[in-house]
């Protein structure tokens, strides 16, 4: 039988895991996601909205 | 594009992903730093407040607990009304707050239930029982996982997106069975102390901790969702940016 403590510290640990893996997936995400934009771009692959000074338009 | 076009003066603004993202940029440091406030005072209180004089220590639980448990149904509240934007408005970021929020509901549906047995073992005496709230928390917990891998299985997301849409939208009839479950069967869960009509029902000793706690893990995950929309956008035009090199590719081969 474990002790109250054990099981509050338990309950910690793991809302610490979750809320820090969910910060790491997003922060990680995002950070692939940039370096592939970084990529198509330095390539001179670029969004055809963002050659024309217009805007956003279809 | 001047910079002055950018700024957003009304909600159907926030339709155009590149003012979006502009948005998110200002807002997620502020975001941030504000849930780490309220989580540092969170976690103060829910560590040098008196113990229940029944639960002793494991009332401390109820702090991570609770809150996860109220983002678990706010999350598909969340979704519900992303997959109205993108059924009835076609709002184009309808589709991206959906399919980001699902993990992360996904998530604290999981810390919920987690949590909650590790207090129902010293306090029920077991970790699990197939009462109405466990079970409708449990099957909220399944369908997150559906959404998730529905979204996985299909390429094209203007396709996935009615689709699921159309899913959570059926999936929704979960949320007020959760919250009156304990009121509409006899479970071992108790009921509600908090949000119910008259006020809550728990000491202020009790009530503080648990209320910076909720506020701390709301602002978690609105950073979270912001940050992860922001994430779906970049992901979107780094698929249709390959797309049109492969359009490309295929142009110039063609050519004599």
């Known amino acids: ?58 | 594009m001047s910079e002055n076009s950018l700024a957003i003066r009304k909600f159907s603004d926030l339709a155009n992903p590149t003012r979006f993202l502009a948005l998110a940029d200002r807002v997620l440091p502020w975001l941030a730093a504000l849930t780490v406030l309220f989580f540092a005072a969170g976690l103060w209180l829910s560590f040098t407040t008196e113990g229940d004089y029944q639960q002793g220590e494991t009332v401390r639980i109820m702090y991570v607990h609770v809150p996860s448990a109220w983002l678990s149904m706010m999350c598909y509240t969340v979704m519900a009304i992303s997959a109205l934007g993108t059924l009835v408005w076609r709002h184009p970021l309808a589709d991206v707050s959906a399919k980001a929020a699902a993990p992360i509901g996904a998530s604290f549906t999981f810390l919920a239930l987690v949590t909650g047995s590790l207090w129902g073992k010293p306090m029920w005496g077991t970790w699990w029982v197939w009462d109405a709230r466990l079970t409708s928390v449990f099957v909220l917990f399944l369908m997150y996982l559906g959404l998730m891998a529905l979204n996985r299985a299909m390429e094209d997301p203007a396709r996935s997106a009615r689709v699921s849409a159309v899913l959570v939208l059926v999936g929704f009839v979960n949320i007020p069975i959760i919250k009156f479950s304990v009121e509409w069967w006899n479970t071992l869960h108790q009921p509600a102390s908090v949000m119910r009509l008259g006020g809550p029902t728990i000491d202020p000793e009790f009530l503080w901790p648990l209320m910076i706690m909720a506020i701390a893990f709301t602002l978690l995950f609105f950073t979270l969702h912001i940050a992860a929309m922001r994430n779906e956008i970049w992901r979107r035009r780094v698929t249709s940016l390959r797309r049109q090199v492969a359009r490309n590719a295929g142009r110039e081969s063609l050519a004599p």
């Open chain 1, 1 to 58: 039988m474990m002790s109250h403590a054990a099981y509050v510290f338990a309950s910690y640990a793991v809302a610490l895991a979750v809320v820090a893996g969910l910060v790491l997936w997003v922060v990680g995400d995002g950070r692939a996601r940039q370096r592939e934009l970084k990529a198509l771009n330095a390539a001179g692959i670029r969004r055809r909205s963002a050659e024309a000074p217009i805007g956003e338009g279809k």
